[in-house]
C-alpha cells in the first residue's frame, strides 16, 4: 500500500498527531481508532478487530467490561464464531447495549443447508440479536471436502444467500487457512470480503498470502486479516505456551508487535483481528497511536527475523 494512501484509508489524521500528555486537571482520552472502508460502499470498520474468541477464557461479568472497555476505545468490528466454544453466548448481552453501533460477524464450519441453518438460527437467539452483519464460512483447509462440498447443491452456499436476500445477513464471506482453498473459493462466488493470515513471518519467508490478497484485490474482495500478531509455531517444550494458552507463539514483545502489527496494516487490509488473549487484545489497541506505514527499513528488519523463525503457514498436511 502506498503511503498516502495507508494515511488516507486510516483517516488518523490531526486527532493522533494531536496525542500527548494531557493537561493539568485534563482526562486521558483514548487516540482516535483509524477505521477503512468494507468494501465499495460499505461501512467503515476499525483497523483493529474484536478477537471473540477470547470470551471463552472469561465469565459474563469480565465479558461485559472487556467488550464495553473495546467499545470505548473506538473498535466496532467484532468477530465471533459458534466454534469459539461459549463466545457467542457471552457476547450477546455483553454487546446488547452497543449492538446498533458496531459491525458484527459470525461464522458456520457446517457445509451442508441444513446444519447451517440449525446453526445461524441458535447464533442469532445466543447473539441476541436478529441478524448480523458478516457471515461467513469457517475455517476453508481443503477445497473438496470444504469449498466444493459448500458449494454443491445441498451445501450451506445457496442458503447463505437467501440469508441475505431476506435481510438477515448484510454481506457474505469465508475465513480460510490455506491459500488453495481460498483461491478457489473466489473462483466459486462474488463474495464481499475474505478472512485470512495476513502475517509478517509466512509471507516473508515462505511467501504465503501475496496471492490470495492478489486475487482478492482484482476481484474487488475486502480482506480482512488475522495472525497479525502471530510469531512462529511452538517449540516443543516450550514453557511459554502453557501461560498463553494458544496454538501458536503470540508476538508479545511490543517493538517487535508494532512493526508485526504495522507490516499487516500496511498491506491492502481494512481491517485486523489480534489472538485471542486479553493481553495481546489490549496491546494492538494500545500500539494504534503508531500505526503508521512500514518503512522499507522495517521490512527488511521483519524479514530476516523471519528467516530465524517457524511460520505457522503453510499449514503442514493433515495426516490419518
Known amino acids: ?25 485534563a482526562a486521558q482520552k483514548a487516540p482516535a481508532m483509524p477505521k477503512r472502508q468494507y468494501g465499495k460502499d460499505g461501512p467503515k470498520l476499525s483497523v483493529i ?26 473498535v466496532n468490528y467484532f468477530d465471533v464464531a459458534p466454534a469459539y466454544g461459549d463466545a457467542e453466548v457471552k457476547m450477546g448481552p455483553a454487546l446488547a447495549p452497543y449492538r446498533k453501533k458496531v459491525f458484527l460477524a459470525t461464522k458456520t464450519k457446517m457445509r451442508d443447508r441444513a446444519g447451517a441453518k ?19 464460512l469457517h475455517c476453508l483447509m481443503d477445497v473438496e471436502k470444504d469449498v466444493k462440498a459448500a458449494f454443491a447443491t445441498d451445501g450451506v452456499m445457496p442458503y447463505l444467500q437467501e440469508l441475505r436476500k431476506a435481510g438477515k445477513v448484510r454481506y457474505l464471506g469465508f475465513s480460510a487457512h490455506t491459500e488453495e482453498a481460498a483461491l478457489a473459493a473466489m473462483d466459486r462466488f462474488a463474495w464481499d470480503s ?15 498470502g501475496p496471492k490470495v490478497v492478489a486475487k482478492a ?35 508479545s514483545d511490543p517493538a517487535e508487535a508494532e ?18 488473549h486479553v493481553d495481546m487484545h489490549k496491546l494492538a489497541l494500545n500500539l494504534v ?9 522495517e521490512v527488511a528488519k521483519l524479514t530476516a ?4 523463525l517457524n511460520p505457522l503457514f503453510p499449514q503442514r498436511p493433515r495426516t490419518a
Not at 62 to 69: G, H, K, P, T
Not at 194 to 208: C, H, V
Not at 289 to 297: E, L
Not at 305 to 308: N, R, S, V
Open 289 to 297: 497511536p503508531k500505526i503508521r506505514p512500514i518503512t522499507d527499513t
Open 194 to 208: 475474505i478472512l485470512f493470515p495476513i502475517s509478517f513471518a509466512p509471507w516473508l519467508k515462505a511467501g504465503f
Open 259 to 276: 512493526m508485526a502489527l504495522r507490516w499487516t496494516l500496511s498491506q491492502p487490509v481494512t481491517a485486523a483481528v489480534p489472538p485471542a
Open 118 to 136: 440449525a446453526e445461524f438460527e441458535r447464533s442469532l437467539e445466543r447473539l441476541r440479536t436478529d441478524h448480523v452483519e458478516l457471515y461467513q
Open 49 to 74: 478487530g474484536f478477537p471473540g474468541l477470547v470470551l471463552r477464557r472469561l465469565d459474563q461479568e469480565q465479558s461485559n467490561r472487556l467488550v464495553a472497555e473495546t467499545v470505548e476505545r473506538g
Open 305 to 308: 527475523l523471519a528467516q530465524t
Open 217 to 251: 484485490k482484482a476481484k474487488g474482495i475486502t480482506v480482512l486479516a488475522i495472525k497479525g500478531l502471530c510469531r512462529q509455531r511452538w517449540s516443543p517444550g516450550d514453557r511459554e505456551r502453557r501461560k498463553w494458552q494458544m496454538w501458536y507463539q503470540p508476538v
Open 1 to 25: 500500500m502506498k503511503r498516502r494512501d495507508f494515511v488516507k484509508t486510516t483517516a488518523i489524521g490531526a486527532a493522533a498527531v494531536a496525542l500527548g500528555a494531557p493537561a493539568a486537571g
